[in-house]
């Protein structure tokens, strides 16, 4: 039982290019969470699903894509990146109230 | 912003020494979290309270919540050198499923 997996662990990107960032979980949860963590801001959510094929916009959405084609899968894309996107990448998932973690990715991005 | 606030920032002790952290938050809440978030790692879920609770316990952990104040409190009893690491509240205000909105977190050093 890996819960929570996140890939890549480390990226980095010239600004303009594009990636996709994988998180996948094998607790059969409902929802999954895409958060950028900042120094001194906290966690802030970018986008989250509440169920396979949905998709929703949390705090920070701009710049990112998302897919949920698979229950256990959750996609976070950058088309164009900025180096205001640079951050540490966290995905959770959760069936109603707690939830679990992936250990991030770190993005820079020059 | 709707992100709750922890205070204080950063919290220094002694082995065996109780910490105590709170959170404000300014919204009405379902229930409120408290995750734990070791260097370089993913967050970890330590405890939940509702709100229609005022104190719930989990081994050397205690939570308060006041919903009159808007606040919490995360007291961890006799504290080790194991426990640094930063902390952060999050609630859900009940309207959208599942989401959270955190705190900037509280960073505990526990000195041996």
């Known amino acids: 039982n890996a819960g929570v997996t996140q890939t890549p662990k480390f990226r980095v990107l010239k600004t303009g290019q594009s990636m996709t960032l994988l998180c996948a979980q094998d607790?059969?949860?409902?929802?999954m969470y895409w958060y950028r963590q900042d120094p001194g801001m906290g966690l802030r959510l970018i986008h989250y699903?509440?169920?396979?094929?949905?998709?929703a916009k949390g705090e920070v959405p701009d710049g990112y894509n998302v897919s949920r084609l698979k229950k256990q899968n959750f996609l976070l894309g950058l088309e164009s990146a900025a180096p205001s996107q640079t951050s540490v990448y966290f995905c959770?998932?959760?069936?109603?109230?707690?939830?679990?973690f992936g250990p991030g990715t770190r993005l820079t991005v020059t | 912003s709707q992100q709750g606030e922890e205070d204080p920032q950063a919290l220094s002790i002694q082995e065996g020494e109780n910490a105590t952290m709170n959170c404000s938050y300014k919204?009405?809440?379902?229930?409120l979290q408290w995750y734990r978030q070791n260097s370089g790692r993913g967050l970890v879920h330590l405890i939940l309270?509702?709100?229609?609770?005022r104190e719930k316990h989990s081994g050397r952990l205690r939570v308060t919540l006041d919903t009159s104040k808007k606040s919490s409190s995360l007291l961890i009893t006799a504290s080790r050198a194991a426990d640094t690491a930063s902390y952060f509240c999050?609630?859900?205000?009940?309207?959208?499923?599942?989401?959270?909105?955190f705190g900037r977190g509280t960073q505990l050093t526990v000195w041996p």
């Open positions: 607790m059969n949860h409902e929802y």
């Open positions: 309270i509702r709100s229609n609770e």
């Open positions: 999050a609630f859900d205000r009940g309207s959208t499923l599942g989401r959270l909105y």
């Open positions: 919204t009405s809440i379902n229930n």
């Open positions: 699903s509440v169920g396979e094929g949905t998709t």
């Open positions: 959770a998932s959760s069936r109603r109230d707690e939830q679990y």
